[in-house]
């Protein structure tokens, strides 16, 4: 399926009265949706063709803060504009807002009117632009779990994110009774979502009490990272619409599991072939294949910011808990962080267990392809096989264990510097080293329930 409104749709339910909002919108650097909500009327005539933002918007921390030390914008430099320039081909009706419909922008810069290079749909693109010189396409998914709560998003902030409750009590994976719990909210998602034209294939209960996941059908890397972020942003509103609060942080609670993003990923000729298959080699992984991985390897420690952007994000790797702790790789084996699936089939891929449910999908599928290619311009050989229990592998190559080890790594990555620019990785280091410097001075209500007394 593709987003499922033309522009010609569009006017004509404009002009019959069943669309009279449009939104503009563009993912930030955490992968969320920032724009503007159009009188549909205004952006047939003209918004279609482009409107503006404060330059800021893919400059700042989660908390929206204008945080110094950016070289694209600051205050020296006034916080000038972009240009959003919508995506015609990414618009569509969104059936959980009454007469809405929505359509995803790309970022130029106000004078140049090139595109602005980090912003996250540019990062993919360049990517996908350098693969498509080798004639070769992707095919991606990225999976999504999350956790339900009863109460609302309003009810948690006013009780300061304490005594929350996950919609269901217990361990809910494939669990029908379970999810029946919450299956009010989970098929108003699946049906919202396959009526704004998503490819939902399934929700399901994961591995926690109130952890559900839900799974859309595999597409090129760009069409999945922009139905990635839409299916964020539809899972919050129609929770929001419900009285129904979610979370994508990778661990809400120490004693929770975690909430992975696991992305598949496989390289197709442009006449549709499958360039990872090699009926005659070992797992039906074809030389391409080989390399690919053992790029992915090989620059595994370069590329984990991308796929881990938070303090938050480091808690969830944690031996016996289906997160990785290993970045080595293994034919259907869930304890390591590179999962072939699929062995011995035209469908044979590489499954990076690394991302949290945090990650934004622009950047992670932006990197995972930069390590391939990197792997296969080197002709890289692939390493042996792990077998066995990855978490009791300590000789092997570990994934960094904290936001500091991963930002060190990013940051000396002559490959991503190499494949993405100076400027794209100089940004995100400053937005990686200000998470860091923003945590580090705060205090937490660990120290001072464990200190205010006891100390």
Not at 86 to 106: F, H, K, S, Y
Not at 110 to 130: C, I, N, S, W
Not at 400 to 412: F, G, K, N, Q, S
Not at 424 to 444: G, L, S
């Amino acid at each position: 399926m593709k987003p499922n409104l033309s522009f010609d749709e569009l006017k004509t339910q404009v002009a019959d009265g069943r669309i009279d909002t449009v939104i503009a919108a563009f993912p930030d650097m955490q992968g969320r949706l920032m724009g503007k909500r159009f009188h549909a009327q205004y952006f047939v005539d003209s918004a279609w063709e482009e409107t503006h933002c404060c330059n800021y918007l893919i400059a700042t921390d989660l908390e929206m803060e204008t945080v110094e030390g950016y070289a694209s914008t600051s205050w020296e430099s006034g916080y000038g504009d972009y240009i959003m320039r919508p995506d015609m081909d990414t618009l569509r009706v969104t059936p959980w807002l009454e007469g809405t419909a929505m359509v995803l922008c790309d970022l130029l810069d106000h004078h140049t009117h090139d595109l602005v290079p980090h912003a996250p749909r540019t990062v993919l693109k360049k990517q996908l632009a350098r693969l498509a010189d080798y004639g070769l396409k992707t095919a991606s998914a990225t999976e999504l779990e999350f956790f339900v709560f009863r109460e609302s998003f309003d009810a948690m902030r006013d009780k300061g994110y304490r005594d929350m409750t996950p919609i269901s009590a217990y361990n809910e994976d494939y669990h029908i009774f379970q999810t029946t719990k919450e299956e009010g909210l989970m098929r108003q998602i699946r049906n919202g979502l396959f009526g704004a034209g998503v490819a939902v294939e399934n929700t399901k209960g994961e591995a926690d009490a109130g952890q559900a996941e839900i799974n859309i059908h595999y597409a090129d890397a760009l069409s999945m990272a922009d139905t990635h972020v839409l299916v964020k942003n539809a899972v919050k509103e129609i929770a929001f619409l419900n009285d129904r609060a979610v979370t994508f942080l990778a661990k809400w609670h120490h004693d929770a599991a975690g909430s992975s993003s696991h992305i598949h990923q496989s390289l197709w000729t442009e006449d549709g072939k499958p360039a990872f298959f090699d009926d005659s080699a070992p797992h039906g992984m074809s030389e391409l294949m080989q390399h690919y991985l053992a790029g992915l390897l090989a620059h595994a420690s370069e590329v984990t910011y991308f796929l881990a952007p938070y303090i938050n994000s480091y808690k969830r790797f944690a031996k016996g808990t289906f997160a990785p702790t290993k970045a080595i790789w293994s034919v259907d084996n869930r304890t390591a962080g590179y999962r072939v699936v699929a062995p011995d089939t035209k469908g044979v891929r590489v499954e990076c267990r690394v991302g949290g449910s945090d990650l934004n999908p622009y950047l992670a599928l932006a990197a995972q392809l930069a390590a391939g290619l990197a792997g296969i311009d080197a002709k890289q050989k692939l390493e042996p096989e792990f077998s066995g229990d990855a978490y009791n592998a300590e000789a092997a190559r570990s994934i960094p264990e904290t936001l500091r080890e991963a930002t060190v790594a990013l940051d000396e990555s002559r490959m991503l510097r190499d494949a993405m620019g100076d400027d794209v990785i100089d940004h995100y280091v400053r937005a990686a080293r200000w998470e860091q410097e923003d945590f580090d001075r705060k205090v937490t209500d660990y120290e001072v329930a464990r200190g205010f007394e006891r100390g």
